[in-house]
């Protein structure tokens, strides 16, 4: 099992920035791939990013495609996800998952999930 706890969100205003970070425990996620994903209410979840075992390769939609940036530490059993140039549009709960293969941007191929951390940009 995969325990992950998500940090780092918060209140901040359009054009501001914030960095996440989701810490593993009960297994080493080094051979995991990880994504971020992301439920604003009363919309489906939404596929943020994804980065494979070793972070050599990531993926990300076109719509935070610049902006957002996916990494990990295997050391620290930890995925981190940098945003920048925040919208009011990217306010929503962030969380990360954890799957056993190759890159993926639909949760339902995803094993493990945190509880998420809240994002608000403001106007």
């Known amino acids: 099992q995969v325990q992950l706890v998500e940090s780092g969100g918060g209140l901040v205003q359009a054009g501001g920035s914030l960095r996440l970070s989701c810490a593993a425990s009960g297994r080493p996620i080094s051979s995991y791939t990880m994504g971020w994903f992301r439920q604003a209410p009363g919309k489906e979840r939404e596929f943020v990013a994804t980065?494979?075992?070793?972070?050599?390769?990531?993926y990300c939609p076109d719509s935070v495609k610049g902006r957002f940036t996916i990494s990990r530490d295997n050391a620290k059993n930890t995925v981190y996800l940098q945003m920048s140039s925040l919208k009011p549009e990217d306010t929503a709960v962030y969380s990360c998952a954890a799957r056993g293969g190759a890159l993926s941007r639909y949760p339902n191929n995803y094993d493990y999930w945190g509880q998420g951390t809240q994002v608000t940009v403001s106007s």
């Open positions: 980065i494979n075992w070793s972070g050599d390769y990531t």
